[in-house]
């Protein structure tokens, strides 16, 4: 893996700044600096082996450590010039880690690792013991806590070439004053802070973070890390409530799909093209100009298979009743026998099949239980206070996206409805309806911690290749799921369209996101992707340039998300699947930009196509692209004659009756159908919620066919640029919508 070199060191005051976190408390502020005195100051010059060796007072005893790191051969790098992060325990945590490792030893009766692991002086005599525990701790790059968000990956591998996790959590602490007496509140309880802790590998919390030196940086840790690359299987393993689905995905072979992690054929990609780049301010960074901004680009450095697991635990399934459990026979699901015929009741199709086969009973419902990304809790759907805040109808209207999952030719809805204006209820897979407008199936409900089911004691649940979700009832791709609950118009974020968007942090990053730390470019950063590298999507590379943009707050785009596609381009990708068979009618979100200094939206010719390509050649040369009508000219603006939008708030309805308003209006949204185009929704504003996107003349949809689609089918839209100049294809979304919703009374949110 490439290495680069830091151009720049963080400002400790931004460091500082941006993980000394705001406190939640009953009385007064308690910043992670005032927490831990001394945590951050200003490199004065002294390196990662000067800090080690430094005041025991400030900085704590590592003798210990410095020793394994001698013996490992790593003290003269600790010395000299470089950018490293060090994770440094001190002497108390590598007591407690011999101590352990010899008390396990005993448990298995394992003399050799007796011998090793009989105190620190034993541990010296072993340089492969000492080489492991130190290349466990140092890497190769900076990697500031302040960069951490939430749960993740660290951003690069440790010397041992394995990838770390951490996991935030909420630590509780009393205040005290100057004579160590608790500080009360007014009502007399005792004054308590919150504040955000990380916990490295599931194993150590960071207990001093961001102390910078002139070669690196150096977190404080309160226990060794255990060397681990731990994916997904093993994470669930792990937790003695998950042994019904742990041993579910290995009878059906899911397991080893789940252990899947990097693209061993994706290409390195070179320094000035990667975000590493941004974030040193590097000079030689590749930039997309637009008639009004500038857009920095970034590729993924590596390409990761990640997924998410919805699991019900073992206590859960115990006593678990439903339509399907009664079909069954059964008394509560206790074993992996239990499930299958569960299963067996959901899809009676795949009953007998060997467990192994994508089509048995048991691995069509775990399939259906897997996304192929990672999302966390927060991360299902636009959760962004600036965004949804613009949600002026989020009482009424949820806000939700559409994910394929591992069973082929299946999606899944997940949805956030709001508790108030401003806050969310929870987050629901395969919920049809609101509570204030009819709720028409409630969903399943995914547990925001595992705290919801008294999991407590460690467990987490992320792991380098994803995690799981605790849900509340088990998840069937049924009649009722699919020609029910997603019979609707299904408005498919662009963003959610491949999961290597997801699965790379391109989608939901947000313009102006504080831990960008006031860095324009990470701002205004675009991801670019490989061809060939991209699920769902090809394209002609020496023709098309192609981005998954950051959340932009004011810009007329559903959620703020938003693909752009530009150059003389000719792209393609497959549909998420239908739920069921039917007639469909397929549109494409635009901006036109029409009367604004942006005059390069282009012309362009949409072709739809069933198949599935043998391979890259087959996908151009020899299918047959049926062309979907006539080039759409995207540059126009709603208000042009072939388009024919008027405003709903157009000041030739003023003299009208709200009755006749209303004629009106509708009469035009019918017009406008017939000449293959649709207003934008009422229930998303842009601009802070000054207008509803209804309202933007520029800001339509465009029909880009109606088919008869099958559910078990793949289907392709092809865009093909015709102008004799590059042009840009923005859009935000696209929507999918049965025949029974388009001939309907299709409502206008």
Same mark, same amino acid.
């Given at each position: ?32 600096? #005032? ?15 000067? $800090? ?44 407690? $880690? ?7 030893? #005993? ?15 034993? !541990? ?40 770390? !996790? ?9 205040? $005290? ?16 802070? %919150? ?65 899947? $992690? ?6 390195? %990609? ?13 000079? &030689? ?147 049809? &309806? ?56 299904? *408005? ?9 968007? %997801? ?38 590379? +020496? ?18 998300? #938003?693909?752009? !596609? ?7 990708? *497959? ?26 939206? &282009? ?34 603006? &709603? ?9 709903? +708030? +157009? ?18 949204? *019918?017009?406008?159908?017939? *000449? ?74």
């Amino acid at each position: 893996m490439r290495i680069y070199l830091k151009r720049l060191f963080k400002s400790v005051v931004m460091a500082s700044a941006v993980l000394a976190l705001a406190s939640v408390q009953t009385s007064c502020a308690d910043l992670w600096g #005032e927490q831990h005195p001394g945590t951050y100051y200003t490199n004065n010059g002294e390196t990662i082996a000067d $800090y080690l060796e430094g005041k025991v007072e400030n900085h704590g005893d590592f003798s210990y450590f410095i020793a394994i790191l001698k013996e490992a051969n790593l003290w003269g790098q600790m010395r000299t010039y470089g950018t490293y992060t060090c994770f440094a325990p001190d002497n108390a945590a590598i007591q407690k $880690y011999i101590e352990d490792r010899y008390r396990e030893a #005993e448990e298995i009766n394992n003399s050799r690792q007796k011998a090793v692991f009989e105190s620190i002086e034993t !541990v010296l005599q072993y340089h492969e013991v000492c080489d492991t525990i130190a290349k466990t701790h140092i890497f190769n790059n900076l990697m500031f806590a302040s960069d951490l968000n939430g749960n993740g990956v660290l951003q690069h591998p440790n010397l041992l070439d394995r990838y770390v !996790v951490y996991n935030s959590y909420a630590d509780s602490v009393r205040l $005290y004053d100057n004579d160590n007496n608790v500080i009360k509140s007014k009502d007399g309880t005792d004054s308590i802070s %919150i504040r955000l802790k990380y916990l490295i590998n599931m194993q150590a919390s960071i207990i001093a973070a961001d102390d910078t030196v002139q070669n690196g940086v150096v977190h404080r840790l309160d226990k060794v890390l255990r060397s681990s690359n731990q994916f997904l299987p093993g994470l669930m393993k792990e937790n003695p409530n998950l042994s019904v689905f742990y041993t579910g995905l290995v009878v059906t072979g899911l397991k080893d799909t789940l252990e899947q $992690y990097y693209d061993d054929t994706y290409p390195e %990609i070179p320094y000035e093209w990667t975000e590493q780049a941004l974030r040193d301010n590097y000079d &030689g960074v590749h930039t997309n100009p637009t008639s009004y901004e500038t857009d920095y680009i970034a590729m993924p450095e590596k390409r990761e298979y990640k997924f998410t697991m919805f699991c019900m635990p073992d206590t859960a399934l115990a006593v678990y009743s439903d339509y399907y459990t009664r079909m069954a026979g059964l008394d509560g699901i206790h074993t992996v026998n239990d499930l299958r015929q569960y299963a067996e009741a959901v899809y009676p199709a795949g009953a007998g099949l060997p467990d192994t086969s994508r089509y048995s009973s048991l691995n069509k419902l775990l399939s259906y239980h897997i996304l192929p990304c990672w999302l966390s809790y927060n991360q299902f759907n636009t959760s962004q206070k600036d965004i949804t805040k613009n949600h002026k109808k989020w009482l009424e209207f949820d806000i939700e996206d559409f994910f394929e999952t591992l069973l082929p030719h299946s999606i899944m809805r997940i949805s956030t409805p709001a508790k108030t204006a401003d806050s969310p209820l929870g987050i629901f897979i395969n919920r049809k &309806g609101t509570a204030k407008n009819g709720l028409e199936a409630e969903g399943i409900r995914i547990a925001e911690t595992a705290d919801e089911y008294n999991f407590t004691g460690g467990v987490t649940n992320i792991c380098v290749n994803g995690g799981y979700h605790y849900i509340d009832k088990l998840l069937t791709y049924d009649d009722y799921t699919r020609n029910e609950v997603l019979k609707c118009r299904m *408005r498919i974020m662009a963003c959610t369209l491949s999961p290597d968007f %997801i699965n790379s942090g391109g989608r939901g990053r947000l313009s102006g996101d504080p831990s960008n730390g006031g860095n324009a470019k990470l701002n205004a950063m675009v991801y670019a992707y490989k061809s060939g590298y991209c699920k769902n999507f090809q394209w002609v590379e +020496d023709q098309t340039r192609f981005f998954v943009r950051y959340r932009n707050k004011t810009f007329g785009t559903l959620n703020g998300d #938003e693909i752009t !596609v530009r150059g003389t381009y000719d792209i393609a990708f *497959r549909l998420p699947p239908v739920p069921s068979d039917g007639n469909y009618e397929i549109r494409i979100w635009n901006n036109s930009m029409a009367g604004t200094s942006v005059q390069d939206r &282009g012309i362009v010719q949409f072709y739809f196509h069933q198949g599935t390509p043998s391979d890259a050649n087959d996908f151009w040369r020899n299918w047959n692209w049926i062309p979907e009508d006539i080039p759409v000219d995207l540059r126009l603006g &709603g208000a042009d004659a072939r388009i024919g939008m008027i405003l709903d +708030d +157009d000041d030739r309805y003023n003299d009208m009756t709200e009755t006749q308003k209303e004629q009106a209006i509708d009469a035009n949204d *019918r017009s406008m159908r017939n *000449r293959g185009y649709m207003k934008a929704m009422d229930s998303y504003y842009s601009n802070n919620g000054d207008n509803p996107l209804r309202h933007d003349a520029n800001c339509y949809r465009k029909i880009i066919c109606n088919e008869y689609m099958e559910a078990n089918t793949d289907y392709y839209i092809r865009m093909r640029q015709v102008w004799e100049e590059d042009g840009v294809l923005p859009f935000s979304f696209i929507e999918i919508v049965p025949k029974s919703i388009y001939e309907g009374n299709e409502d206008k949110h």
